[in-house]
C-alpha cells in the first residue's frame, strides 16, 4: 500500500515535462504510428512499441502529462507485487522478503521512473518479469517464451540484454545436462527470427544512437578497467535510495552486504545465482566495448538484484526471533528519508509549465519568441496544450562557446522585444549561454528573468 500511495502521489503532483519527455510527446504527437519505429526527431530514442501504446491513449484520452505517463506509472504499480512473488525463489523467510519488497516499494529512483514518459519502468518489469518465467516454465513451452522474450525487446531496450544473458544461461544449462536441445532451439527461433527485424529498426536509428553514445560517454568502461570501480561505486549509491550517507560510507556498506548476499545465493543455489545476475555480467561486457552504459537510470533495471542480494545478507544473520524487530526499526528510520525524498522529487525536475504560461500571458504581437534546440519540445508541447500561437518564433543551435551567440544577440533588431527560452539541458560540447543572455540585457530599458524551475524564460525589450 505504501509503494502504491508514494507512486500516486507524485504521478496526481503531476510535475512538467522536461526536455526529453517533451520531446518524445512531440514525437508521439506529431508522427504516424509506424514512424514510431523509425528515427525520432530530437535526438530522442525509445522502444517503439512503448510510444505506439502510448500513441494510442493520446489517441483516446484528452492530450496532458498523465496520459503520457499511464503506461510507466501503471506498469510500475504491477510490478510491485511480482517483485514480491520473484523474490520468493531467492529469499526464504518472511521477514527477509518483507524487506526487499519494503525496500522496492519506498526506492526513489523507482518512485520518480514509475511517473515520467520514459521507458524505464518497463526495463525494471523486464528485469523481474523475464526471469520469473523461466523459473515458472522452464522450457516446457518454448515458443511461447520465446515469442514473449522477443516481444520485450519492442518495450524496453534493456530487456535484449536480458534476452541474451539468459538464452546463454539456458544453452549452458542444456550442454551441461545434455537434454532439452529441442526445447531450446524452439526458445531461440522466435528470438532469432526477431534479431533481424529489431536490426532494422537499429539501423533506422543509427544517427541517434550515435549521438546518445556522446551523451552516455561516462558510462562506458574503459579498456585499462581504470574507471570500473568508480562506475560500481557511484551505480551502487544510485540504486540505495532515499538512503543517504557520506558517498564512501554508503557505497562500502551497501556494497559490501550486497557482494556478502550475492555469495550466499550462489552458495545456496548456483543456477538462481546465475538467474539474478547474469543480465548483470553481460551489461559489463556491453559497457566495455561500449554499446550500453554502466550508469545510473540506464542501469536502473539492475535494482531488484541488488535488493535481493541486499536481503539475502539480512535473512543469512538475522534470527527469526529478531528479525521483524530489526525490520521494524528499518522501517521507522526509512520514514524521514522516504518522505523528505518524495519532497525532493517534486521539486527538483521544475515547474516549466509556470514559464510558458507566464509567456502566454504576457507575450504581444510584435514580440520575438527564441529558442534552442533543448527547449523547442517544451514550447511546441505547452504551445499546444495551452493554445499558445505565437507569429515570429526562431529557434537557434547550441552554441559552442559564449562569445558567438554573443555577436548573434548583438546581431538582433534593436526595435524588437525578445522572449528567450533557455533550458538547463544542453548537449555535450556546447555552451550554457543563460549567463550571456543576462549580460545582454542588463543595460536594455527592460530586462526580466523568470526562474521558477529548470527552464529559464527571459524578457528583453521595451
Known sequence: MLAILLRLDLYIFNRSFWFDEAALAINVLDKGFFDLFKE???????????????????????????????????????????FYIFSKYFLYSRPARLLAAFLFAINTNLIFYSTEFKPYALDVFAAIALPLLILRFKLKSPVFLGFIFALFTWYSYASGIMAFAYSILLLAFVLKNKKELKNFLL?????????????LHLGAIENTRFFMTKIWAHGYILKDFSNFLDLFFENIYYIFQPFKMPFGAQVFIFGLICLFGAIFIFKANKIKFWLLSMPYFILLLLAYIGSYPYQDRLALFL?????????????????KSISLVVLGL??????????????????LPSQDRAMFLELKENYKKGDVIILNETSLPQYLYYSRVYGFLA????????????????????????????????SSVKFPNTEDVRPVIE??????????????????LFYVGK
Open 40 to 82: 525520432l526527431s530530437y535526438y530522442q530514442s525509445a522502444p517503439p512499441m512503448f510510444l505506439f501504446e502510448t500513441k494510442m491513449l493520446v489517441e483516446i484520452f484528452p492530450l496532458s502529462e498523465f496520459t503520457f505517463r499511464a503506461i510507466p506509472f501503471l506498469v510500475s504499480i504491477l510490478t510491485l507485487p511480482i
Open 187 to 199: 526458445f531461440i527461433l522466435p528470438q532469432f527470427i526477431n534479431v533481424f527485424l529489431f536490426a
Open 303 to 319: 535494482t531488484p538484484m541488488f535488493l535481493i542480494f541486499f536481503s539475502k545478507f539480512f535473512e543469512y544473520f538475522s534470527k
Open 330 to 347: 528499518i522501517f521507522i528510520f526509512s520514514l524521514y528519508p522516504v518522505f523528505s525524498s518524495q519532497k525532493v522529487m517534486k521539486n
Open 391 to 422: 507569429q515570429d518564433v526562431k529557434v537557434e543551435k547550441m552554441y559552442k562557446n559564449s562569445y558567438d551567440y554573443l555577436i548573434f544577440l548583438n546581431s538582433l533588431d534593436k526595435n524588437k522585444n525578445y522572449w528567450f527560452v533557455q
Open 439 to 456: 549580460f545582454f540585457g542588463q543595460d536594455k530599458e527592460k530586462f526580466i528573468r523568470y526562474n521558477k524551475g529548470k527552464t529559464d
